[in-house]
T-cell receptor
Framework: GAGVSQSPSNKVTEKGKDVELRCDPI?????LYWYRQSLGQGLEFLIY????????KSGLPSDRFSAERTGGSVSTLTIQRTQQEDSAVYLC????????????FGPGTRLTVL | SQQGEEDPQALSIQEGENATMNCSYK?????LQWYRQNSGRGLVHLIL?????REKHSGRLRVTLDTSKKSSSLLITASRAADTASYFC????????????FGRGTSLIVHP
C-alpha cells in the first residue's frame, strides 16, 4: 500500500516569503507528526495531531510556524516570513494510533531559504 | 532535552565486520525503537523493543535493552556497504509523553 508522501520534495524560497509543506499520511492512521532535521542533527519535534483532539503544538519554534490537518488526513505545515535558519528537512510521520505505535516517515521536504 | 542519545556519533568499518551502536536515555520508557535514515531523508523503522524485553532479533539486527542502565544497543552483524546510513533510537517516556524523542544518531559508513 501507499506510504506517507510529502510535497514538494525540495523547496527553495527567498527570505521573508511564506511556504506551505504538505503531508499525506497512510490511510487510516490517526496520528500525524511533523519534525524538523537540520544538517547532521537529530529530529526536532514540531507538532502532533491525534484524531480529533487539539494538536500538541509544543514543539513549534515560533508563531511563524503553524499546521493544520483537514478531515483527519492531509496536513499542511505553513512557515510564514521564512528565515535562513528555517532551512532544514521537514519530515512527516504517521502512526496507526498514538505515540507508542511505530511511526512511518515520509521522504521529507528539503527547504532552503536564501 | 534529548531523551535518547546515540554513541558513537560516527562509525567507520569494513564490509563483513559487525557494527555496534548504543543509545542511552534518561527517564523510564515504554518502548524503544531503532530507525535508519539514508541520505538525510525519511526514516525507516527497524525494530521495536518493549521495556519488559531484553533482546530482539530481526535478520542481521540484534537489539538489547538494559532498563537498569537506561541503555540499548543495536548490533548489525556481517555488515554490508548498503548498511551505510544514520541510525537513530527513539524512546517514549512511560511518564505519559506520547511523543517519541529521537537522538542525534550514529552515522555508519561501511567500506566495501
Amino acid at each position: 500500500g501507499a506510504g506517507v508522501s510529502q510535497s514538494p520534495s525540495n523547496k527553495v524560497t527567498e527570505k521573508g516569503k511564506d511556504v506551505e509543506l504538505r503531508c499525506d499520511p497512510i490511510s487510516g492512521h490517526t496520528a500525524l507528526y511533523w519534525y524538523r532535521q537540520s544538517l547532521g542533527q537529530g529530529l526536532e519535534f514540531l507538532i502532533y495531531f491525534q484524531g480529533n483532539s487539539a494538536p500538541d503544538k509544543s514543539g513549534l519554534p515560533s508563531d511563524r510556524f503553524s499546521a493544520e490537518r483537514t478531515g483527519g488526513s492531509v496536513s499542511t505545515l505553513t512557515i510564514q516570513r521564512t528565515q535562513q535558519e528555517d532551512s532544514a528537512v521537514y519530515l512527516c510521520a504517521s502512526s496507526l494510533g498514538g505515540g507508542r505505535d511505530t511511526q512511518y516517515f515520509g521522504p521529507g521536504t528539503r527547504l532552503t531559504v536564501l | 532535552s534529548q531523551q535518547g542519545e546515540e554513541d558513537p556519533q560516527a562509525l567507520s568499518i569494513q564490509e563483513g565486520e559487525n557494527a555496534t551502536m548504543n543509545c542511552s536515555y534518561k527517564t523510564s520508557i515504554n518502548n524503544l525503537q531503532w530507525y535508519r535514515q539514508n541520505s538525510g531523508r525519511g526514516l525507516v523503522h527497524l525494530i521495536l523493543i518493549r521495556s519488559n524485553e531484553r533482546e530482539k532479533h530481526s535478520g542481521r539486527l540484534r537489539v538489547t535493552l538494559d532498563t537498569s542502565k537506561k541503555s540499548s544497543s543495536l548490533l548489525i552483524t556481517a555488515s554490508r556497504a548498503a548498511d551505510t546510513a544514520s541510525y537513530f533510537c527513539a524512546t517514549d517516556s512511560s511518564g505519559g509523553s506520547y511523543i517519541p524523542t529521537f537522538g542525534r544518531g550514529t552515522s555508519l559508513i561501511v567500506h566495501p
